[in-house]
């Protein structure tokens, strides 16, 4: 029966309208293997993914075998480098280990050279030892003759120290002789060594005042006063009377054979004890010789010094009885 296109495009509609029957009708119309080349595309395609992933990670195993072949040229160059710096270091070993073999014979021949040294050495050691020995006698000897010798010494020192104990007191005695001489010499000689600065010079023994100024001190500055070596009491000049405004002055005065600083102070000090009563005082320290300290320390506190007729610092003094 002939197939009319009407009928065809029916069928074509039908299929459109249908689509179950198409697949029954490509069963029919297609074969097992057209039937399957979709699958079959499929797996080639996926196929070709993996190759071109293989493809890739080939190429980029093939790149990193390639770097590391560099880099193993690079190493094999060092390699050789060093095998060749290596080769010239065993080159200077072998030189130095010449050298050093030259050298231990050297030693070996500076060893038996100190052997024989040291053979010397110890038999001269030996004959030190026998001369020490000897010199330890001697020297023990010595010490018995130095241990008799400062026994001596001692018994010389002690003697000495008796000599300069038995001097010191001499001393003592001639000095203490002296000064009794020098305040007798100020008290017979009164005028003669303060004429200069008042007249009717009177020398007042210092118990003859003390009723009248004991009152006025305590204990221990009475102590102190008693101590004083001379007293004298005068008139001052009209020239220097005018210019304190002080008719009578006492004198207190300390003296010694060589006037120091403590006798300057010792002056000063008993001075003021005594014009606790109302004197009017000038000290005074008074002596063949003085020492800088005694001029430094008269000019501070105002104290007379007296050198055998020589009046020093009597401005400073008149202005300090001024003041008091």
């Known amino acids: 029966?002939?197939?009319?296109?009407?009928?065809?495009?029916?069928?074509?509609?039908?299929?459109?309208?249908?689509?179950e029957w198409r697949e029954e009708?490509?069963?029919?119309?297609?074969?097992?293997?057209?039937?399957?080349?979709?699958q079959v595309v499929r797996e080639i395609a996926q196929t070709q993914r993996e190759l071109a992933e293989a493809q890739k990670r080939t190429e980029q195993r093939v790149e990193e075998l390639t770097q590391a072949q560099r880099e193993l040229a690079e190493a094999q160059k060092r390699t050789e480098q060093r095998v060749?710096?290596?080769?010239?270091?065993?080159?200077?070993?072998?030189?130095?280990?010449?050298?050093?073999?030259?050298?231990?014979?050297?030693?070996?021949?500076?060893?038996?050279?100190?052997?024989?040294?040291?053979?010397?050495?110890?038999?001269?050691?030996?004959?030190?030892?026998?001369?020490q020995k000897r010199t330890e006698q001697r020297v023990e000897?010595?010490?018995?003759?130095?241990?008799?010798?400062?026994?001596?010494?001692e018994e010389l020192a002690q003697a000495q120290r008796k000599s300069e104990t038995r001097?010191?007191?001499?001393?003592?005695?001639?000095?203490?002789?002296?000064?009794?001489?020098?305040?007798?010499?100020?008290?017979?000689r009164a005028f003669s060594f303060f004429g200069r600065l008042i007249s009717r010079a009177e020398v007042i023994?210092?118990?003859?005042?003390?009723?009248?100024?004991?009152?006025?001190?305590?204990?221990?500055?009475?102590?102190d006063l008693v101590l004083l070596d001379v007293l004298i009491r005068g008139r001052l000049r009209p020239s220097f009377s005018s210019r304190v405004g002080i008719e009578e002055v006492?004198?207190?005065?300390e003296v010694s054979g060589v006037v120091d600083r403590n006798d300057v102070e010792r002056a000063r000090r008993r001075a003021d004890l005594l014009q606790k009563a109302g004197l009017k005082v000038l000290p005074v320290a008074a002596g063949p010789a003085?020492?800088?300290?005694?001029?430094?320390?008269?000019?501070?506190?105002?104290?007379?010094?007296?050198?055998?007729?020589?009046?020093?610092?009597?401005?400073?003094?008149?202005?300090?009885?001024?003041?008091?």
């Open 167 to 188: 001097l010191d007191r001499l001393e003592q005695q001639v000095g203490e002789l002296r000064g009794d001489m020098l305040e007798i010499r100020y008290r017979q």
């Open 141 to 153: 000897e010595l010490a018995q003759a130095q241990k008799r010798t400062e026994q001596r010494v």
């Open 205 to 223: 023994e210092l118990q003859d005042v003390l009723p009248t100024i004991e009152p006025f001190l305590t204990n221990a500055e009475y102590d």
């Open 84 to 131: 060749e710096e290596l080769t010239q270091a065993q080159r200077e070993l072998a030189e130095a280990q010449k050298r050093t073999e030259q050298r231990v014979e050297e030693l070996t021949q500076a060893q038996r050279e100190l052997a024989e040294a040291q053979k010397r050495t110890e038999q001269r050691v030996e004959e030190l030892a026998q001369a």
């Open 250 to 253: 006492w004198l207190a005065i």
């Open 1 to 19: 029966m002939a197939f009319q296109v009407s009928e065809y495009r029916d069928l074509i509609r039908l299929l459109y309208e249908h689509p």
């Open 290 to 324: 003085l020492t800088r300290g005694a001029q430094q320390a008269a000019l501070k506190l105002g104290v007379l010094l007296q050198m055998d007729g020589r009046l020093e610092y009597l401005e400073q003094a008149l202005a300090e009885l001024r003041s008091g």
């Open 25 to 38: 009708l490509r069963q029919l119309l297609l074969t097992r293997e057209v039937l399957d080349l979709p």
